[in-house]
């Protein structure tokens, strides 16, 4: 009990650490809101969290307004101004389009790839004239006209990428020359671009220009980050309506139609952009596998599926007191804007959870320790009472009789101290690293070393010696109990009843 609650105190206090470092412009706000709550419990409650309302399309309208500083976006901006500088300086590119705007138009043709294939598999699944507009496609017109326009605009699309590559990526000539042109007029959501990324890491600076690889990191990180932050954005939207589903009961099935409608593009928009995340960090391993551009591992996570959770408990076995926090909302996270007032909720509730379950956890491991410190001294008291015991006279009964009870309590009486031993040598190691069992702790000596241990090893020497053809105990469970005349009783030596 006392290593689980040790665990558990451990995890989650760096759970607590982790959310209040990655909110650190935020978390002494809340952490004054919350120690106000504690002293008068009729200041603004910490824990609780906002009302989803009764309106869907307000809840999903409010969400898909709360759009803060987009991180892909900022960087644009930042290298359309970085162009306009080196072409104020004199510096001239061989294309009209410059390296940046090059692999900024390439990232949108790749994500135009994702939404045709999208679309592909749902005239495959459900037919021309039914195709899914929940995945990851919503604005389409829904027939099979729409998605052949689509394919002849990533088809010219594609073939304008391939003059300003072949003149920034002069490596992959080859790779250009050799694409299947049938692949590209029926699948061009299945062509490879050929960005640095995907360039072997040996030929790499060879094939580009100089300074491409490390634009594309940038571009690349910053991709990730937004899909991040969409990807919060749609777990809080689904945790929303998964709230409301169940408060707001209604007794016609129009409502539950529209939720489902609202449930199945929250599901699109967040395997979109957990696709877009995946697709962005390995390209960031791909570009700096060692942090060559900047620091990203503690960042840009591996996310798996089991990461994909949050806010707050998940609908499963697990408790809430021992549900861990995922890392998706403490990585590349601060405080919110004002039009994020809503997610910064959440996460405020989130944050004071996790500094209370710290607390909790780790007053266990106080707790815990305090009751084995009254095992012990509960052993002990037993122990003298049998030895007080074994000293009162009883005329009523014979000398015989007098000599088995006192027996019998200084039996019961050594029991009592093989206890103590017994838990002194399975928990001395642990609880010396523990500063809550320090003061008591010294009162016992060190465990000595274990006699049956070294009793198997007596016997296993034995039987090798003398007669190899019999069975040797292995372990200390083989080993047969003692018997009655050869176990001892441990009784004291200043007792007279032994004296004959």
Not at 207 to 234: P, V, W
């Amino acid at each position: 009990m006392l290593i689980r609650a040790s665990e558990s105190a451990k995890a989650h206090r760096e759970a607590a650490n982790s959310m209040s470092k990655a909110w650190h412009k935020s978390a002494p706000g809340r952490r004054k809101l919350l120690l106000a709550y504690k002293q008068d419990k009729s200041k603004p409650n910490p824990f609780e969290e906002p009302d989803p309302g009764t309106s869907t399309y307000l809840c999903v309208w409010s969400l898909s307004q709360q759009h803060p500083d987009d991180v892909l976006d900022k960087l644009k901006d930042q290298l359309a101004r970085e162009d306009s500088e080196q072409q104020g300086a004199g510096v001239s590119f061989p294309h009209k389009m410059t390296p940046a705007a090059f692999l900024q138009f390439a990232l949108e043709v790749e994500a135009a790839q994702y939404v045709l294939f999208l679309l592909f598999q749902s005239l495959l699944t459900f037919g021309p004239r039914r195709i899914l507009k929940t995945r990851g496609c919503e604005n389409s017109e829904g027939d099979s006209s729409t998605f052949i326009e689509r394919r002849r605009a990533l088809t010219k699309n594609i073939d304008n990428l391939r003059d300003p590559q072949r003149l920034y990526m002069p490596g992959t000539s080859s790779h250009l020359s050799a694409a299947d042109l049938i692949l590209l007029a029926d699948h061009p959501e299945n062509v490879e671009l050929w960005l640095p990324s995907a360039l072997p890491s040996a030929s790499r600076d060879t094939q580009c220009i100089a300074g491409l690889s490390k634009l594309e990191y940038r571009l690349r990180f910053a991709q990730a980050m937004t899909a991040l932050h969409d990807i919060r954005l749609a777990r809080r939207l689904l945790r929303i309506l998964t709230t409301k589903s169940q408060t707001h009961i209604t007794n016609t099935q129009r409502p539950g139609t529209r939720t489902c409608s609202v449930f199945d593009k929250a599901k699109a928009k967040l395997a979109r952009a957990v696709s877009t995340y995946r697709t962005s960090r390995k390209a960031v391993v791909d570009l700096a596998p060692n942090e060559e551009f900047g620091l990203w591992k503690d960042t840009l996570r591996e996310l798996k599926d089991g990461d994909i959770r949050g806010p707050g408990k998940e609908e499963s076995g697990t408790s809430a007191s021992r549900s861990a926090q995922s890392w998706i909302w403490t990585t590349g996270l601060q405080a919110s804007s004002p039009g994020d007032s809503d997610l910064d909720i959440v996460l405020r509730v989130e944050w004071c959870k996790a500094q209370e379950l710290a607390k909790r956890y780790e007053e266990e491991v106080q707790l815990v320790i305090e009751e084995m410190r009254r095992t012990l001294v509960t052993f002990k008291l037993n122990a003298h009472e049998w030895e007080q015991r074994a000293t009162f006279s009883i005329p009523a009964v014979g000398d015989a009789a007098a000599a088995g009870i006192t027996a019998y309590a200084y039996k019961q009486a050594s029991i009592q101290r093989g206890l103590i031993k017994v838990f002194i040598k399975d928990w001395y190691d642990i609880l010396t690293d523990r500063p809550h069992a320090t003061p008591w702790l010294h009162d016992y000596s060190p465990p000595a070393e274990n006699r049956r241990r070294r009793l198997v090893s007596n016997v296993q020497l034995y039987h090798s010696s003398s007669s190899p053809r019999v069975d040797t105990p292995h372990t200390i469970n083989d080993v047969p109990p003692p018997s009655v005349d050869t176990m001892s009783l441990d009784v004291p030596a200043n007792s007279s009843d032994f004296d004959d």
